[in-house]
């Protein structure tokens, strides 16, 4: 498991390494969109529950349409 960044380290671009500020929006190198650096948990607690209950709607769904052509 890793830890979180520290407060004061520099964090590094995923997609090629080059170390960015904290608060940048994009990798100065490669142009990659950092998210993060804006305050967006893309998956956070609430972004999974949101993906969990999409996809039971969908299944229910499918499962529905399954039953009611037999």
Do not use: F, K, N
């Amino acid at each position: 498991m890793t830890t979180a960044p520290q407060p004061g380290s520099t964090a590094h671009c995923a997609v090629c390494g080059t170390p960015v500020t904290e608060d940048a929006a994009r990798c100065p190198s490669c142009g990659l969109s950092r998210p993060a650096a804006r305050g967006s948990r893309v998956l956070g607690r609430h972004g999974l529950w949101l993906l969990a209950a999409a996809l039971a709607v969908v299944y229910l769904t499918v499962l529905l349409i399954v039953a009611a052509a037999r």
